[in-house]
């Protein structure tokens, strides 16, 4: 079958090109819209019997963020998501609100959720090459296991000691990463497949 490399590259330009030329207003619209997103991902949750945090889509939501709205309108999106969040809408995990939130389990992954949508964005729209499947694994897998998890991470220690508890590093990781490894490589995968599939491998 006959396949139009030309039009391919249309396709993939046109969300891309639309973007660029998009007003504040548009973008902001959509960086709620994402906010919104992240708050329905998070709803999509399994309990860990020994850990605090709840194994959630929002992960996917956060990589989404970044290569469709960029490095600026990416990272506003989960600040959005953060701040209203705080505000009282519920949609942190299992339909949390409030600084309590921030303070909870899971609080220093949703700053994590900025840096990661932030940074990806950034390196999406400076660098083509990060466009490409292998690359654009690379820093899903990046912006995953080191921007979100490291800050999350420090929240969960923090959180856990304030409960009394003796928490080493081994615990720590058994509680904040080892229950979603399997999860995150899928959604890690499947932000992948998405994001090489629409955005343009040249400007």
């Known amino acids: 079958m006959f396949i139009n490399i030309n039009k391919i590259h249309e396709i993939q330009s046109s969300w891309y090109n639309w973007r ?94 900025i840096i990661a949508a932030t940074f990806t964005g950034y390196v999406f729209d400076h660098y083509e090459n990060a466009r490409k499947p292998l690359q654009c694994f690379a820093l899903m897998l990046f912006a995953n296991w080191v921007l979100i998890y490291i800050p999350g991470l420090v929240g969960l220690y923090f959180y856990m000691t304030s409960t009394g508890a003796t928490v080493t590093l081994v615990k720590l990781l058994i509680a904040g990463v080892v229950p979603f490894i399997f999860g995150n490589i899928f959604k890690i995968l499947l932000a992948t497949g998405i994001s090489t599939s629409i955005l343009p491998k040249e400007d």
């Open 20 to 113: 660029q030329n998009a007003n504040t207003i548009t973008m902001t619209l959509m960086a709620f819209i994402f906010a919104c997103f992240t708050g329905l991902m998070a709803q999509v949750s399994i309990a860990v019997p020994w850990s605090p945090v709840l194994i959630t889509f929002q992960t996917f939501a956060v990589l989404m963020a970044g290569t469709l709205l960029g490095e600026k309108y990416g990272g506003l999106s989960m600040i959005l998501y953060l701040i209203i969040g705080v505000l009282g809408v519920p949609w942190f995990s299992d339909a949390n609100s409030g600084i309590s939130a921030v303070l909870s389990a899971s609080g220093g992954y949703l700053f994590g959720f």
